[in-house]
């Protein structure tokens, strides 16, 4: 059974700093891996998509890497902004489905 | 560009009530459509997902039905809600085809459920 953990559970970084949140998955079987970030209140945002063939994908400041043989996926943020505070959740799609699994999420929180 | 929307932005209902909450995308034909439940505390749970008209499945067993009367068309329904039903639903799309594709949201519904 396909399990995603996402740790920290919670950051807290001031302006500025670039940081990385971690994302790790049970089953290395999958078809992608995705990047969302959620407001408060909102819906999801897809922020990147790395088909289980990549090792990385890259949008602005946003960088996300994926390494199937560990189970693990890491997103870099460059230089935070207050505007970055969000939750961040990964999501794995395993392999022969639609099904996709989520973590619970890291929130991340940028001090002014 | 594809769209995707969902009502009611918000819903308070009594326990034993009636539910009916809809989604619909634009700008695409033919999506996969999901039906998704976000409960305080927890994360997301798929409830229904549809590769066609008539063509759903369930995920999880529950008090929840959902129907795709038409191709861009996705409703969730209940007969009598229970409080355990209270939280935040969110339906997604994305383009049919064999895996690999990007999921995207609509803005949710938020359950309220006394």
């Known amino acids: 059974k396909q399990e995603v953990t996402q740790i920290p559970a919670a950051l807290s970084v001031p302006e500025g700093e670039n940081l990385v949140l971690n994302c790790s998955f049970t089953?290395?079987?999958?078809?992608?891996l995705q990047w969302f970030r959620q407001d408060p209140g909102k819906g999801l945002t897809s922020l990147l998509l790395?088909?289980?063939?990549?090792r990385e994908q890259t949008s602005g400041r946003l960088n996300a890497s994926l390494d199937k043989s560990s189970g693990r996926s890491t997103l870099y943020i460059a230089a935070s902004q207050p505007g970055d505070s969000a939750t961040y959740l990964c999501?794995?799609?395993?392999?022969?489905?639609?099904?996709?699994?989520f973590g619970a999420g890291t929130r991340l929180f940028v001090k002014a | 560009s594809q769209t995707i929307h969902q009502w009611p932005a918000t819903l308070v209902q009594p326990v034993g009530s009636p539910l009916s909450l809809e989604c619909t995308v634009e700008?695409?034909?033919?999506?996969?459509l999901y039906w998704y439940r976000q409960a305080a505390g927890r994360g997301l749970q798929l409830l229904f997902y549809?590769?066609?008209?008539?063509?759903i499945s369930s995920e999880v067993p529950q008090n929840l039905s959902a129907s795709r009367p038409q191709d861009r068309q996705f409703i969730l329904s209940s007969k009598k809600l229970l409080l355990s039903d209270s939280g935040f639903y969110l339906c997604?799309?994305?383009?049919?085809?064999?895996?690999?594709?990007?999921?995207?949201f609509g803005p949710g519904t938020r359950l309220t459920v006394l």
């Open positions: 999501a794995v799609r395993p392999g022969g489905g639609f099904k996709t699994i």
């Open positions: 549809s590769i066609g008209i008539d063509q």
């Open positions: 700008g695409t034909s033919n999506p996969n």
């Open positions: 997604a799309w994305s383009v049919r085809a064999s895996g690999g594709n990007e999921q995207f």
């Open positions: 790395i088909q289980s063939s990549q």
């Open positions: 089953d290395s079987a999958i078809y992608n």
